[in-house]
């Protein structure tokens, strides 16, 4: 999603600007801009100079080198289209009908529609199709009341018409806004968009996420919803909603892995992928050494006093977080014995279930920003929080990649799946780290409901910490088999994944993956549903991906893939090697593991397959089109 970057200081600020949208590139964008103040009459005002262009960063940051727009402070943004199409006019800053205000913004501005409306009456013309436009024209107005009252135009004069602008808008939005008037002043503020200031020498930053700051500071403070920062070069005043002013510390961004580094390899997801067992290895060291106390399954970080009280879950996701939520309620239901029900949160906060008492919520999102699930969590702790009835209190849990994101703020419990920063689109080291949670959580509550057997739960465990080396190798066999057969399918149209129970969300996480990066129609199915409908697809140019794990579903799967063999579908297995397996064209294999540890397993093959596959068409794979890491709009 849009990645704002601003800066203010005593040295130039153009190839500043550029460097730290750089570090946000990996957010997803179309079109990218800036905007600096160059200083002129000794300081009293200056002239807005921007840049934009239309498509990647290297468009802009070549015109910046060309043309470097001069001046100590300015605001730059990668824009992922929400109104208006992709383009250099839609592309922000946005100016004022004056010329002189500079505005950026990440979010959605509810009601653009009504006040531009208004605006157009005033006889102001928009030169955008853009949601944001709406913001510059209004502090414009703003400030030409004040000024003919006879205030002087200075950075109180801009901080009253912003706060007088962000009180009659209605949405989420992070704005950066800087006036030709006040040449020493930026202005930034935030409801429900992330967005982060950054303490340097002699200069401050503010930017939509915290690796963006790295290289030019690590200290940090988050802005509060609500909240607006005052920047000068001289220091920041932070004030809340209703104009009252805050003080706050700084925190210091800890760790190395916030450095982005693709190493040797051709694209950060391919690195990623690779990186998974020193994910599950981190995740066993933390939450499950072998020298845990006795009477505990599980390091988490969950109060006894929060477990006794619940009776069953909802989990609250989009996109792959959800994948491996659905993961994780199986186990919670089938082997520690909880009812688990999983939902969109973009669907649970416009049609909620009946309030059930004793529940535990969980919020699963690895950038801890996509505005859903946010405002899903938010919507039902309100509405909990309204019953005023004990049994309904609102028992949360977040699980989280960011540990600096605004659902780690928000919520009282977290677990950090710490998988380090992961910059590929498609996320793969997360889910295997959100997956390892909820196997973290299912030993928690199986002991705890006494469901299974002391000899059950150590057998997960012991399962468990066998992971890090069984990835190690599947990564290594699965890349070199799946880059050999990824040709086979460059020109597929169409692909189906099918699994049953506990590998059903691997099929379609396998599907998700596929559809990303590789733009291939992708579906996944449990693979008892073919013969309803989804069979009448195949034929020789629909392979079918087939999931089958020695267990409960085993012989069914391979039933359901006989099926589909028989209608001439190409047949691509990820199963153990043995007779069973000579159904299957191409077998990705897997080591005979139990199928409760499967997924961690099952979904390698299909991130590598997926992966190849979009190399081989020379596809952009961390950056596909129309995708973002950080969703950040509802
Ligand atoms: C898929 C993918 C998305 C995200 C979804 C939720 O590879 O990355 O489907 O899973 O946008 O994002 P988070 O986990 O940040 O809430």
Redesign the pocket.
Known sequence: MCGIFAVIGSREVSSILGDGLRKLEYRGYDSAGIATIENLNNGQFGKLNIRKSEGKLINLTNLIKKKPPKGHVGIGHTRWATHGKPSEINAHPHLDFSGQIAVVQNGIIENHRTLSEKLQLQGIKFTSETDTEIIPHLISLEIEKSLDCGLSPNGQTLLTAVQKVLSILEGTYAIAVIWSQAPDTLLVARRQAPLVLGFGEGEFFCASDSPALVGFTRTFLPLKDNEVALLTPLGIELYDDFGNRQHRAPSFLKGTELFADKRNFRHFMLKEIYEQPETAQLWIDRFLPMDLPKDNSVALPISKSMLGKIEQIQIL???????ASMVGAYLLEQFAGIPTKVYFASEFRYSPPPLSPNTLTIG???????A??LAALRMEKERRDLTKDSDFSFHQLGI?NRIDSSLSRELDNIIDIGSGIEIG????K??LG?MLSFYGLTLLFASHTQKRSHQEISKLSDDLRLIPKQLTDLIKRHDSLSKEIAHLFVDTKDVIFLGRGINYPIALEGA??LK?ISYIHAQGYPAGELKHGPIALLDQHVPVVSIAVPGLVYEKVLSNSQEAKARDARLIGIAPHGSESEIFDELFSIPKVSEWVSPLLTVIPLQLFSYHIAAHKGLDVDQPRN?????TVE
Do not use: N, P, W, Y
């Open positions: 996701a989009c996109g792959t977080s959800r994948h699963v999102s690895q950038s801890g920003e996509t859903d699930t989280t689109v498609a996320a793969t997360t889910f959100q998700l993956k990303e995708l973002a890491k950080s969703v």
